[in-house]
């Protein structure tokens, strides 16, 4: 069982509806993190969390820490969210800070 | 620079040759990653620097593997006889550890390494 679990993997709605991407984790963490990848693009930091929730325009991610879990919102999705969303936590670790990522939710919002 | 820095951005090699793949991290940042992402995965971890030494190497899959970081700033991941499996992006990834909190990673734009 990975350590960082996704879901759903893939991910195909219209534009204009609101989307949860969910990630639970199995390990002690001191962060969350989620991830946006553009097809061919590299990977860009949306959030870090340790608690609570935080909100980036039409982005809003949540976390639970003791039930380890995780959600990101999209509301009014746009074509141009179309991407893959990667989830990853840093371990919580007196030893290093190495980050251990989900597979990804791959994204698709249709005009 | 302003952002982790990846070349080449995309490299084509024939079996069996070496291949050398630079990150330049963003200034400051002790901590550097390097992953792997095969195409429908999430990133695989192979090596973390802190500094010029390498913390964990446990993710290196063989003995061709091998990254070097000598003045604690760019790095060097480098893959001797290549295989056609080593085909993959290359991700380096840079951070400023901030022990017991966290702290927010910052991506290259990857090397498109492709064997054929």
């Known amino acids: 069982k990975n350590e960082v679990e996704q879901s759903p993997q893939n991910l195909t709605a219209q534009e204009g509806e609101f989307i949860t991407i969910n990630c639970s984790y199995s390990?002690?963490?001191?962060?969350l993190h989620w991830l946006q990848q553009h097809p061919g693009g590299g990977i860009v930091s949306l959030f870090m969390?340790?608690?609570g929730k935080k909100k980036h325009g039409r982005l809003i991610a949540t976390i639970n820490i003791q039930e380890k879990h995780s959600s990101l919102h999209i509301t009014a999705s746009h074509p141009r969210d179309s991407a893959v969303y990667i989830c990853?936590?840093?371990?919580?670790?007196?030893?290093?800070?190495?980050?251990?990522f989900g597979k990804g939710t791959r994204l698709h919002i249709l005009p | 620079g302003a952002g982790v820095s990846q070349t080449p951005s995309n490299k084509v090699t024939e079996k069996g040759k070496y291949v050398e793949l630079r990150c330049d991290p963003i200034?400051?940042?002790?901590?550097l990653y390097w992953y792997r992402q095969s195409l429908g995965q999430g990133p695989e971890f192979l090596i973390y620097?802190?500094?010029?030494?390498?913390?964990?190497d446990s993710g290196l899959p063989n003995d061709r593997f091998f990254a070097v970081r000598p003045e604690g700033s760019v790095s060097t991941l480098k893959i001797q006889r290549t295989e056609r499996g080593d085909s993959a992006v290359y991700l380096c990834?840079?951070?400023?550890?901030?022990?017991?909190?966290?702290?927010?990673?910052?991506f290259g734009e990857g090397s498109w390494l492709t064997v054929v």
């Open positions: 990834a840079s951070s400023f550890p901030d022990s017991g909190s966290g702290n927010t990673i910052y």
């Open positions: 390990v002690g963490i001191s962060a």
């Open positions: 969390l340790s608690s």
């Open positions: 990853a936590v840093t371990p919580r670790s007196d030893r290093d800070d190495k980050i251990i």
């Open positions: 200034s400051g940042h002790t901590a």
């Open positions: 620097f802190q500094g010029t030494g390498a913390a964990d």
